[in-house]
Protein backbone atom coordinates (compact mmCIF):
# COMPACT_ATOMS: atom_id res chain seq x y z
CA UNK A 1 0.00 0.00 0.00
CA UNK A 2 1.43 3.19 -0.95
CA UNK A 3 -1.23 6.40 -0.03
CA UNK A 4 1.10 8.93 -0.92
CA UNK A 5 1.94 7.69 -4.15
CA UNK A 6 5.12 7.62 -3.10
CA UNK A 7 6.31 5.00 -5.11
CA UNK A 8 5.31 7.25 -8.28
CA UNK A 9 7.19 10.58 -7.15
CA UNK A 10 10.38 8.55 -6.39
CA UNK A 11 10.77 6.59 -9.73
CA UNK A 12 13.58 7.77 -11.39
CA UNK A 13 15.80 7.94 -8.54
CA UNK A 14 19.31 7.31 -9.30
CA UNK A 15 20.61 4.11 -8.49
CA UNK A 16 23.74 4.54 -5.78
CA UNK A 17 25.90 1.96 -7.25
CA UNK A 18 25.63 2.35 -11.54
CA UNK A 19 23.84 5.61 -11.42
CA UNK A 20 20.20 4.11 -13.86
CA UNK A 21 16.99 5.57 -13.39
CA UNK A 22 15.10 2.62 -10.39
CA UNK A 23 11.40 2.02 -11.80
CA UNK A 24 8.34 2.40 -10.48
CA UNK A 25 8.27 -1.72 -9.72
CA UNK A 26 12.15 -1.68 -8.46
CA UNK A 27 11.35 0.90 -5.15
CA UNK A 28 9.39 -1.07 -2.16
CA UNK A 29 8.19 1.20 0.59
CA UNK A 30 9.23 -0.60 4.06
CA UNK A 31 7.32 1.96 5.99
CA UNK A 32 6.08 5.28 5.72
CA UNK A 33 5.60 8.32 8.79
CA UNK A 34 4.05 10.63 6.87
CA UNK A 35 7.31 12.74 6.99
CA UNK A 36 9.42 10.25 7.18
CA UNK A 37 9.88 7.11 4.71
CA UNK A 38 11.79 3.64 4.65
CA UNK A 39 12.13 2.61 1.01
CA UNK A 40 14.27 -0.36 -0.67
CA UNK A 41 15.61 0.77 -4.13
CA UNK A 42 16.38 -2.37 -6.29
CA UNK A 43 18.18 -1.10 -10.14
CA UNK A 44 17.72 -3.77 -12.60
CA UNK A 45 21.16 -2.45 -14.36
CA UNK A 46 23.30 -3.74 -11.93
CA UNK A 47 21.16 -5.79 -9.20
CA UNK A 48 21.90 -3.95 -6.06
CA UNK A 49 19.47 -2.92 -3.41
CA UNK A 50 19.40 0.23 -1.55
CA UNK A 51 17.91 0.72 1.90
CA UNK A 52 16.90 4.82 2.01
CA UNK A 53 15.19 7.06 4.03
CA UNK A 54 12.90 9.73 2.24
CA UNK A 55 11.97 12.68 4.06
CA UNK A 56 9.50 14.58 3.38
CA UNK A 57 10.39 18.07 2.46
CA UNK A 58 8.40 21.55 2.64
CA UNK A 59 7.84 21.57 -0.78
CA UNK A 60 6.25 18.52 -1.07
CA UNK A 61 9.33 17.00 -2.70
CA UNK A 62 10.45 14.00 -1.30
CA UNK A 63 14.35 13.82 -0.55
CA UNK A 64 16.05 10.92 -0.63
CA UNK A 65 18.74 10.26 2.08
CA UNK A 66 21.07 8.35 -0.70
CA UNK A 67 20.86 11.26 -3.21
CA UNK A 68 23.75 13.73 -3.66
CA UNK A 69 24.69 15.66 -0.90
CA UNK A 70 24.83 19.70 -1.69
CA UNK A 71 26.64 20.26 1.39
CA UNK A 72 29.61 18.58 0.20
CA UNK A 73 32.34 21.02 -2.17
CA UNK A 74 32.80 19.77 -5.84
CA UNK A 75 36.16 18.35 -5.01
CA UNK A 76 34.31 15.72 -2.28
CA UNK A 77 31.59 15.51 -4.75
CA UNK A 78 33.58 13.91 -7.72
CA UNK A 79 36.09 12.35 -5.41
CA UNK A 80 33.22 10.19 -3.88
CA UNK A 81 31.30 9.57 -7.45
CA UNK A 82 34.50 8.01 -9.04
CA UNK A 83 34.88 5.64 -6.26
CA UNK A 84 33.64 1.97 -6.90
CA UNK A 85 31.04 0.88 -5.45
CA UNK A 86 31.65 -1.36 -1.87
CA UNK A 87 31.86 -4.70 -2.39
CA UNK A 88 31.04 -8.31 0.15
CA UNK A 89 34.88 -8.01 0.44
CA UNK A 90 34.76 -4.67 1.86
CA UNK A 91 32.15 -5.11 4.08
CA UNK A 92 33.62 -8.24 5.67
CA UNK A 93 36.99 -6.66 6.27
CA UNK A 94 34.48 -3.73 7.67
CA UNK A 95 33.40 -6.35 9.86
CA UNK A 96 36.45 -7.87 11.03
CA UNK A 97 37.79 -4.85 11.92
CA UNK A 98 34.66 -3.48 14.34
CA UNK A 99 35.02 -7.05 16.05
CA UNK A 100 38.24 -6.21 17.06
CA UNK A 101 37.33 -2.29 17.88
CA UNK A 102 38.11 -1.76 21.36
CA UNK A 103 37.45 2.41 21.18
CA UNK A 104 34.23 4.20 20.99
CA UNK A 105 32.86 5.74 18.24
CA UNK A 106 34.57 9.56 18.12
CA UNK A 107 37.73 8.14 18.37
CA UNK A 108 37.09 5.30 15.46
CA UNK A 109 35.73 8.52 13.68
CA UNK A 110 38.46 11.20 14.01
CA UNK A 111 40.94 8.61 14.10
CA UNK A 112 42.45 9.79 17.37
CA UNK A 113 42.14 6.54 18.79
CA UNK A 114 43.00 6.60 22.66
CA UNK A 115 44.83 4.33 25.14
CA UNK A 116 42.28 1.32 24.93
CA UNK A 117 41.38 1.85 21.37
CA UNK A 118 42.01 -0.31 18.23
CA UNK A 119 41.43 -3.54 17.32
CA UNK A 120 42.04 -6.55 19.74
CA UNK A 121 45.54 -8.65 18.77
Known sequence: ??????????????????GAAI?????????DRGDLAFVELRCPACGSRTLSVVVARDDATPRL???PH???DPATEARLAGAPALDEEDVAAM?????GWQGDLRSLLDGTGGADAGPRR
Open 95 to 99: GRFLA
Open 70 to 72: PEL
Open 65 to 67: DTA
Open 23 to 31: PVDGIAILA
Open 1 to 18: MDPRGLRARLTGAGCTSC
